[in-house]
């Protein structure tokens, strides 16, 4: 048993290390890492390594994922709305509201039920924020008025696509699915706590101060509050974003200090080493057999215009006033198409719950790695025309 788990766990980072190396080569045509670790996990997933073949590993494949939605909590505060909070706020309820107006399209064109409709709707509202955060910092522009205005709006845009897939697998769940969310606590009760936490931080603040907890005490932080998302079918996603908001308000620490910067240092290394394994376990759930079906296409194609399009109509969220203000509506749009992880992430609770099909489940992968390959090209093609002379 040891020796078979240690090769599969072999094969999957020798897959992602040949992910990443090829990435590096391919970075002018802005194909990401998460792309190509897509195409590894598919190959192996549909040759040598089957995806029932990891299940011992799926724990930790999904550590890299929780520890990135918990660093997104740590950034949930008012911080975030910046200078320009009614341009974010704007641009938010556009990319949230937006994607409303696939639901009709997508029940009637594709017939599909109301849980799968609606985690469409999840997948159309997010943004891969990891990704844009990384071209906007290998441009330089993260501390520019749009990169600023772009970071607010990526972050707090998760946020409602969250509450849709919670939505989506709360009505959808198939009764004989695997599903990873046993309802081991009833869901009032887990939310109960959630909302319980907030004035419970406060008061543990009078009383006793910040809490200084060591890397451990963040880490049972954050499982702890996976555990009870998922185990109350909030899913563990919004359990991890739960502790990343907790652990502001227990343990404060100003931005730019040392301890911020070494939490934030640990927690980026789990994400690194984590994440990659992530993707190449998403693509191995893709059947080839479904690559092969007309109808994954097209309702590929259809997402992908539909992704596109919301995004797009974000535009109107800049106004005047904004672009005035140094801000570029089309960094911000850009910025916006990727779906990145939270797409994959959606895509891959979903088939596990029983929500969606394997072909529905290859169109939402094939439509988040497409927006996420063109708007990372046309965020890069604009942050590099506004940098020029």
């Known amino acids: 048993m040891g020796s078979s788990l240690l090769s ?14 090829t990435a590096t080569r391919l970075a002018r045509w802005a194909v990401p890492a998460i792309v190509l670790e897509l195409v590894v996990g598919f190959l192996l997933g549909n040759s040598v390594l089957p995806f029932s073949s990891i299940a011992p590993l799926a724990g930790l494949t999904e550590l890299g994922v929780l520890t990135l939605f918990f660093m997104v909590g740590l950034e949930v505060r008012g911080g975030l709305l910046g200078s320009r909070p009614a341009a974010v706020l704007r641009t938010v309820l556009l990319s949230a509201l937006t994607p409303l107006l696939a639901w009709w399209p997508l029940q009637q064109g594709f017939g599909l039920s109301t849980a799968s409709t609606v985690l469409c709707v999840a997948v159309l509202s997010a943004t891969g924020t990891g990704v844009t955060l990384r071209a906007l910092g290998q441009a330089s522009a993260l501390n520019t008025p749009s990169g600023r205005l772009l970071v607010g709006v990526s972050v707090l845009d998760d946020l409602p696509a969250i509450a849709l897939l919670t939505l989506a697998v709360a009505l959808g769940a198939a009764p004989g699915a695997t599903s990873p969310y046993p309802a081991l606590l009833p869901p009032a009760l887990a939310l109960g706590l959630v909302l319980l936490s907030l004035p419970a931080s406060s008061w543990w603040l009078r009383r006793y101060g910040p809490w200084r907890p060591g890397l451990l005490g963040v880490l049972l932080l954050l499982i702890g509050c996976s555990w009870i998302g998922e185990m109350g079918r909030l899913t563990s996603l919004l359990g991890a974003l739960w502790g990343g908001v907790l652990l502001s308000r227990l343990a ?19 994400s690194e080493v984590f994440l990659p394994l992530y993707f190449i376990s998403v693509g191995m759930r893709i059947q080839a057999g479904t690559m092969l079906q007309p109808a994954a296409w097209a309702l590929a194609l259809n997402l992908l215009l539909l992704a596109i399009s919301c995004k797009l109509i974000c535009a109107l969220g800049i106004s005047r006033q904004d672009q005035a203000a140094g801000i570029d509506r089309w960094v911000v749009v ?10 994959l992430v959606f895509a891959s609770t979903a088939l596990a719950s029983g929500v969606i099909t394997p072909a529905q489940f290859s169109a939402l992968v094939l439509m988040v790695s497409c927006t996420t390959v063109l708007g990372l090209m046309l965020l890069g093609r604009r942050l590099a025309a506004l940098a020029s002379p």
């Open 252 to 270: 404060p620490m100003p931005d730019g200090s040392a301890e911020a910067s070494n939490l934030r240092s640990n927690l980026a290394l789990l």
């Open 334 to 343: 850009y910025g916006l198409i990727p779906r990145g992880l939270p797409g």
């Open 8 to 21: 599969t766990l072999l094969l999957l980072l020798v897959g992602a290390l040949l992910a990443r190396l």
